[in-house]
Each structure stands twice: as structure tokens, then as C-alpha cells.
């Protein structure tokens, strides 16, 4: 059989290079991909490989274009990819590589160091600007209040009490000072009482022999509630702030993020407070700046930090136009550059696998490959030595091996998506059969049976077509989107899917819970107007032919089914029926797929002891019960007569159960037969002792004919050995003593006593799962009812509702109607029930079809690949 049916014969190959050569054939293999390598040097640790230095130098090289991709996309420079796959570069390559990384690197980060320090200078001078404008406001209003308050101390001398309790009798003693000494105590008073906003900042302005100072800054603005209740308790209310905000938000130059701040002045007395405020605004890192107490002095300042500022924005943007450029630039190659250094990586992980030989100029390396590409891997290698330069060709030596060789199933983008829901369950034994070739049919099918509706089956199908017809463009657009990811995986199974659920849809006559009346229907009814309208329900005699034409419909179900009050009643019994006969089927397939198995390993121990037995078994046994309801169906008819009408029909169940306990059937009421044709009592007992028959055989036959075997072995072996000299050795007395048996309870009594273990296991397994798989299979018929049932609800609860009205009103509300039906049919319908149906559906495959012939102990074929190493390396950047 192909590939397809059978995994590939691989075959273990030993592999001489050249150490000039050794890296561009394994380039070449790689680009090829059809050779896995083994690690000849497990015990070695990583660090202490040939090519570690390399494979160092590889990492840095990713790092300094991690860092590069970095600031690319953080200025949102689109990235060029035109779709190449640049070779791996020479070895002496890699230094013209390293080098163009290096430059770059420095250049950028000199860049990028500059620029934050000009943008750190910026936010410095914005600040100070955004501080002599606010401290200019409150000195303006200090001023203003001052006079008021001079004005109101002459009017009121009783606040001399308020005065002494800030500044002491001697700032009272001052003359003419002390009032606006005493202002001062009041303006502190309204500060810790009125004006708890934000915060600011003084130098000294003598009053008498007192100085008060103020300093000035930029705090973050959700900082200023903490900062201002710090600032009173820690000076006791001896501090005067006020605090602004900026409007603007600032740029933090570090993070690059949009900070909103505060403006602060402080006012206080004394070296003392001075010392704790500075404290305290380093401990909330707010930022001070000189003041000047002058008018004309700020004025200057401010003059001279806005012709700064506008100095800086010059210097700055020609520092980020240097820096687009170098991303620019650096963007139309990091693709490529990527690609490249991947690649090198790749090969020189791969040469730490190697050994040297014995003289230092060759390496020796072990692979798997295909048998039959053993021709093309040749070719590719020696194109990697006549691109090296070297005048030694490879060696390339096919090895004997007892190992198991890895498992190769050769695919493409229709067979993938089918093999990787194999492999989900279990890589293939090395050479075991595939069961993905009789999935690509049984799956939808399976999945169409529980899901079939003419409508979603469209809308899946609909779906499914857009991907496939699309998929080299959606391709191309990577996405880190998983669910997006598994639909366009598996476009050629949804594809599938909906074309098989059109199918069973037509097939039970069902489309969005509504039939199609393409042949007419063969009932008929012959009640007059009157009685139609005066009876709610009204029976068709199907034996009549007045009422029923007597011919089947040309195919699927008569519509009628759909108007049909027992409607439900009639379909179950005939998905019912269905389901056992497509399970019963299915499993006899799995178990006819393992004597295929049997006869390429030449296993006809199994053949005898345990495919016979199982088929046997389960043909006796269910796929009788599987023809009688074929019997049941063609001899039990509406027209027939007593005993044969439908009412004396036995139970298919029932005579299944008293079958297998050697009951007698009992005749049903006014009917004479119990049986459905002559002598089926005998047979039925016939194949139930030769069934059971079958246990003992599967479950002993196998073990002790291998038990036998290995005796007659031990026999012969003995009898090698016991042997006597010849006449010359009787003579002389001399005997060559026969050796011993070997003690009870040896290495063979242990196998033989796990092989009845597992043969017991085993047979349990098959006897109880036949059953059990059986009744499994009744899942086609209730999530097909299911999924029928709330498409009928949906409909009669939702779409009904929108024909309720007439007129253009009844137009727009059918639309609002449709809508909100269409989300549901899709939601609930085909997302939900269609996960359903398809998990069923996986169930149906992996425990009651491929277990009767699949192991799947088996483990894959990873070879050599830029391809997969690309797509993994691009999945884990995305990430």
C-alpha cells in the first residue's frame, strides 16, 4: 500500500562529512527536510559542544534583531516581507553580519540615549516654564490678599492673639514690620485651612528678624493628597501651599507614557522646616526648581527657557528623523536578516549531534530517512559539497538496526487536517496501518448523520468554501488568533462536514426545520372540507390505497413527516435503527483493518487467536441483530395480513436480550408467530453458544500456544547440549553431563504470566466494549433528534413571531425578526451543536472504530527542517 495507508519505510543511515563540508550539506538537508538526526553525544553537556561558540554568537546576533524589531514596531515602521527564503549564508558570512548588527545596535542606542536625555532636558525646561508661569499667578494673588490683609489688621488689632500664637511676642515688637509679619501668620493660618490643593515652594524674604522661604516643583498629580497630609502633619501646619495643575500631560522620557503633574509652591520659616520639606518632597520624588523671589527675574528666566525649549525641539526632531531613517532602513532587511540567522543557528545545533572522528576532519553523523528519498538526499548532499568547495564526497551508509523507526505519514493540505485528528489520539506504530485514509469519509459522515440539515450544512459549507478558496491570502496574514487559527486548519474537514450534513439533510427532508417538496408526496386524503375543518387531527391509513401510493419515496423522507403529529415517534424508531446498523458496520470495518496489520507483520498467531474470534463474535452476535431489523423492515408492511401486519412486528430489543439468555420469545397479543421466519429460535442459540465459544479462545489460545513454543525451545536447547564424548572419550570414562533446567519462576514464567495478564485485559476489553461501543453509537441517533428538535423550536418561538403582522409594519419587523433568528441559527445551531456533534463525532473514531486495530505507540518523524524551525521560530515571536 502507498503512504497514505501505511506509514513510510524509513531506514537508519550513518552519514561521513567533511568538516570543510559539513556545513553546507547539512544546509542543503535542511532546505530539504527529509532527514531527523540522532544526538551521538547525550551524555555531553550543551556547553562543552564543538559549535557552542557559534551557536553563542547565533543567540547575540537574535538578540541585537529582537531589540532592533523592538523599536521598529514601537515607531510602527511597517516590516518588508516580500516572501524570500535567502540560503544559509557562508560561515565567513556571519562576520559581515555580526558587524552590520553591531553598527546598527550602537548607532540606535546612541540614538536612542540622546534623545532621552535631550527629551529629559525638554521636560526639565517644560516644567520650570509651567512653574514661573503658576508662581507668577500666586504671587500676583498674594500681593492682592496682602493688602486686604494689612487693611483688615489696622481695622481689627484683636488678632494679635492669632499672631503670637505663630510668630511669638518679639515678631509683635517689630513696629511697622509686624503687620505684614502678622499677615503672614494669617496667610499660613488660610493655608492650612482653606487652600489644601496642592503644594509650592519659597526662598527667604526677610520680615524683622525673620526669613521666609518658599521652594517651587512638579509633583505628580495623584501624589499631591499624600503629599499635601505629609506636609501638615510632619511641620505641624507651619507650612503655607499652593498647588496648580498643568493641563497638558507631560511625555516621561524613560517610559516614553503620558504623565499628567502638578505645580507646587511651599511656604515656611526657618532652616528647620526647610530641611524637612526638602525631605519630604524627595520621598514623594517630586522634582524641585530654583524660583527667583524678583518679578523682573522671572521674567528673565522665563525668557531665556522658552528660547531653550525651542532650541531643544529642533535638536530634537532632527534626532528622531536620524533615527526613523535608521529603522527605515533596517526594516527592509530584518525579515531576511532573520531568516538568515535562524538558519545558522539551526545548522550549528545540528553539527553538535555529530562526532568527530579519530583524525579531526570528519564528522560522523546517524539519521533516519525515508528509503525511498535516500536518491534525493544523496543529490542534496553532494550539491552541499561541490557549494563548499570540497573535493571529498559524502558517505552515506545504510545501517542494520533493531530500533523502531520513527513514524512518517506523508501529507498534504487536504490529508493534514485528518492526519493531525489521527495523531491526536496516538502516533502509529512504525509501518501500522492509517486509519486518516477511511477518516476522510467515515468523520464527516459520521458528523453529517448527527448534524443533517440542508441549511447549516450550507452555511458550514459556505464558510468552509470561502477559506479554502482564500486560503493563500489568509495565509499570508499570520495571526495569533487561536480560534482563527483551528477554523482555517481545518477548512478541508468543515468543508467536508457541511457537504455531508447537506446530504443527510436532504436525505431526512429537513432544512431549517422545514422540508422541501421536490417529488411531490405519496399520501393522500380523501376527508371532505367539513370534516377538515371540524377535526384537529386526522389519520391516513397507510395500508389504503386511496392514502398511500405503496411506493417508496425516490429519496429521503415524504414531506409529509414534517406536518405529522407523530412525527418524533416515527424517526426515532428510524434513527434509531440507523445508528446501530452505521455502528455496527463501522466497528466490523476497525476489526477487518487489523488483519491487515496481522498479514505485513506475518502475525498469524493473531489471525487465528484473535481477529477469527472477534469477528465471530461481534458478526453473531450484533450484526445479526443488525439483519433482523432488515427482516423486520422488508416481511412486516402496512398491507400485510395477520400474522404478518405491522402489529405483530416483535421487538427487535427484546428478542435481542431473550436471545442471549436463552429465553423463549413470547407471542405478542392475538398473534400466533413470535418469531420472524422459521427455525430462528435454533439459529439464534447456534450463534450465541458459538460466540461465547469464542471468548475462551481469545482469551486463552494465544497464551498457551506461545507457552507451548518456548517449551519446545527449552527442549530442543537442552538436547542440543546433552551430549556424551565419543568412542575415545567412553573409553577413557570421561561424560558430558547435560546442564540443568533453569530455576521455577525464571524470565520466561515471568513473560508468559504478563502475556495472560495482558490477553486477559484484553479480551475483557473487546467483549464489554462491544457492548458498550454498540449502545455508543446510539449518540448519532440523539444528538440528530436533538439538533432537529431545536431548530424546530428556534423557529416556532423566534421566526414565527415575525409573521404576526401585516402591512409594511409586519415588512421592518420581519427584518428585526430574521436578524436576532439568523444569530441564534448560527450561534446555538452551527457553533454549538456543530462543537458537539464534532467532539461526538472524535469520540465515535478514537475509542469505537480505531481501537479495534490501531496501537499508536508509535512516535513521529521530526526531521531537519528550515520550514518547521521558520514557523515555530515566527509562532514564538507573535507570542
Given amino acids: 500500500m502507498g503512504s497514505l495507508f501505511r506509514s513510510e519505510e524509513m531506514a537508519l543511515c550513518q552519514l561521513f562529512l567533511q568538516s570543510e563540508a559539513a556545513y553546507a550539506c547539512v544546509s542543503e538537508l535542511g532546505e530539504l527536510g527529509l532527514v531527523q538526526f540522532r544526538d551521538l553525544n547525550p551524555d555531553v553537556n550543551a556547553f562543552q559542544r564543538k559549535f557552542v561558540s557559534e551557536v553563542r554568537r547565533c543567540d547575540e546576533m537574535e538578540r541585537k534583531l529582537r531589540y532592533l524589531e523592538k523599536e521598529i514596531k514601537k515607531d510602527g515602521i511597517p516590516m518588508l516581507d516580500t516572501g524570500e527564503n535567502p540560503e544559509a549564508p557562508q560561515p565567513r558570512e556571519m562576520i559581515d553580519l555580526e558587524a552590520t548588527f553591531e553598527k546598527l ?98 526662598e527667604p524674604e526677610k520680615v524683622g528678624n525673620y526669613y521666609f522661604r518658599f521652594v517651587a516643583g512638579v509633583i505628580l498629580r495623584e501624589r499631591i493628597p499624600a503629599f499635601e497630609r505629609m506636609l501638615w502633619r510632619a511641620c505641624r501646619g507651619n507650612v503655607f501651599l499652593r498647588q496648580a495643575e498643568i493641563e497638558t500631560p507631560l511625555e516621561d522620557p524613560s517610559t516614553g507614557d503620558q504623565v499628567h503633574k502638578s505645580v507646587f509652591i511651599i511656604f515656611f520659616q526657618g532652616d528647620q522646616l526647610k530641611s524637612r520639606v526638602r525631605k519630604i518632597c524627595e520621598g514623594f520624588r517630586a522634582t524641585l526648581y530654583p524660583c527667583p523671589e524678583a518679578p523682573s527675574q522671572r521674567r528673565e528666566m522665563a525668557m531665556g527657557v522658552m528660547t531653550r525649549i525651542e532650541d531643544l525641539n529642533t535638536v530634537l526632531g532632527q534626532t528622531q528623523d536620524h533615527r526613523h531613517r535608521v529603522l527605515v532602513a533596517a526594516a527592509k532587511n530584518i525579515k531576511n536578516w532573520f531568516i538568515k540567522v535562524v538558519k545558522i543557528k539551526a545548522i550549528y545545533h545540528t553539527l553538535n549531534l555529530f562526532n568527530l572522528d579519530v583524525t579531526q576532519k570528519c564528522l560522523i553523523a546517524e539519521c533516519w530517512v525515508p528509503l525511498l528519498d535516500i536518491e534525493t538526499i544523496q543529490l542534496a548532499l553532494r550539491r552541499g559539497t561541490e557549494r563548499s568547495g570540497s573535493s571529498v564526497p559524502p558517505i552515506l551508509n545504510r545501517m542494520d538496526t533493531f530500533e523502531d523507526p520513527p513514524t512518517y505519514n506523508r501529507t498534504n493540505k487536504f490529508t493534514s487536517a485528518f492526519q493531525n485528528l489521527v495523531d491526536a489520539y496516538g502516533i502509529a506504530s512504525y509501518r501500522e496501518i492509517n486509519p486518516t485514509p477511511y477518516t476522510i469519509i467515515s468523520f464527516p459522515f459520521l458528523f453529517a448523520v448527527m448534524f443533517g440539515d440542508l441549511g447549516h450544512g450550507c452555511l458550514m459549507f459556505l464558510f468552509a468554501g470561502f477559506l479554502v478558496l482564500r486560503e493563500k491570502p489568509l495565509a499570508a496574514k499570520k495571526t495569533d488568533n487561536e480560534v482563527w487559527n483551528i477554523f482555517f486548519a481545518g477548512r478541508y474537514i468543515i468543508l467536508l462536514m457541511g457537504l455531508f450534513s447537506m446530504y443527510t439533510g436532504f436525505i431526512y427532508n429537513d432544512i431549517f426545520s422545514k422540508s422541501l417538496n421536490l417529488f411531490g408526496s405519496h399520501w393522500h386524503t380523501n376527508y371532505n372540507e367539513s370534516t377538515v375543518m371540524n377535526n384537529k387531527d386526522l389519520q391516513i ?229 462491544s457492548v458498550s461501543h454498540t449502545a455508543s453509537y446510539l449518540r448519532l441517533w440523539a444528538l440528530s433528534l436533538a439538533h432537529a428538535q431545536l431548530s424546530e423550536v428556534l423557529w416556532s418561538m423566534v421566526m414565527t413571531k415575525g409573521l404576526i403582522l401585516n402591512s409594511w409594519i409586519g415588512g421592518v419587523w420581519l427584518w428585526f425578526v430574521f436578524g436576532f433568528w439568523a444569530i441564534l441559527t448560527v450561534g446555538i445551531l452551527v457553533l454549538m451543536e456543530g462543537l458537539s456533534a464534532f467532539l461526538h463525532t472524535l469520540r465515535l473514531h478514537w475509542v469505537e472504530f480505531q481501537s479495534k486495530f490501531y496501537k499508536g505507540l508509535g512516535y513521529a518523524f521530526a526531521p531537519f527542517s528550515f520550514e518547521v524551525i521558520l514557523n515555530t521560530a515566527s509562532t514564538a515571536v507573535e507570542e
Fill in 541 to 769: 391509513n397507510p395500508s389504503l390505497s386511496s392514502d398511500y401510493d405503496q411506493v417508496p419515496y425516490p429519496v429521503g423522507l415524504d414531506p409529509v413527516w414534517q406536518l405529522a403529529l407523530n412525527k418524533i415517534v416515527f424517526l426515532n424508531a428510524y434513527k434509531m435503527k440507523i445508528s446501530i446498523i452505521i455502528g455496527v458496520l463501522h466497528m466490523l470495518s476497525g476489526v477487518s483493518l487489523s488483519l491487515y496489520n496481522y498479514r505485513y507483520f506475518k502475525d498469524r498467531l493473531s489471525i487465528y487467536c484473535d481477529f477469527i474470534p472477534q469477528v465471530i463474535f461481534l458478526v453473531f452476535l450484533f450484526f445479526y441483530m443488525v439483519l433482523l431489523m432488515f427482516i423486520k423492515w422488508v416481511s412486516y408492511g402496512p398491507q400485510n395480513e395477520f400474522p404478518d401486519s405491522p402489529a405483530c412486528a416483535p421487538s427487535i430489543l427484546i428478542t435481542f436480550i431473550n436471545m442471549v439468555l436463552f429465553k423463549d420469545a413470547v407471542a405478542l397479543e392475538n398473534c400466533n408467530t413470535v418469531y420472524m421466519f422459521s427455525g430462528q429460535g435454533a439459529v439464534q442459540k447456534f450463534l450465541v453458544i458459538v460466540a461465547l465459544l469464542c471468548v475462551p479462545i481469545m482469551l486463552l489460545a494465544k497464551p498457551i500456544y506461545i507457552m507451548r513454543q518456548q517449551k519446545e525451545k527449552h527442549v530442543q536447547l537442552v538436547n542440543g547440549h546433552a551430549t556424551t564424548e565419543n568412542g575415545d572419550a567412553e573409553g577413557a570414562g570421561r561424560v558430558v553431563q547435560q546442564p540443568p533446567p533453569p530455576p521455577a519462576g525464571g524470565h520466561d514464567e515471568n513473560e508468559i504470566g504478563e502475556l495472560f495478564i495482558h490477553q486477559g485485559i484484553h479480551t475483557i476489553e473487546y467483549v464489554l466494549g
Fill in 105 to 202: 545596535e550602537n548607532e540606535l542606542r546612541e540614538v536612542n540615549h540622546n534623545a532621552e536625555a535631550l527629551k529629559r532636558n525638554f521636560l526639565e525646561l517644560t516644567e520650570l516654564k509651567h512653574i514661573l508661569r503658576k508662581t507668577q499667578v500666586f504671587f500676583d494673588e498674594t500681593e492682592q490678599q496682602m493688602g486686604t490683609a494689612v487693611a483688615s489688621q489696622m481695622a481689627d488689632p484683636n488678632r494679635e492673639d492669632e499672631q503670637v500664637t505663630l510668630l511669638g511676642e518679639e515678631g509683635l515688637r517689630a513696629g511697622g514690620q509686624a503687620l505684614k509679619l502678622g499677615y503672614s501668620a494669617r496667610l499660613l493660618n488660610w493655608g492650612s485651612k482653606i487652600l489644601k490643593k496642592s503644594e509650592s515652594k519659597f
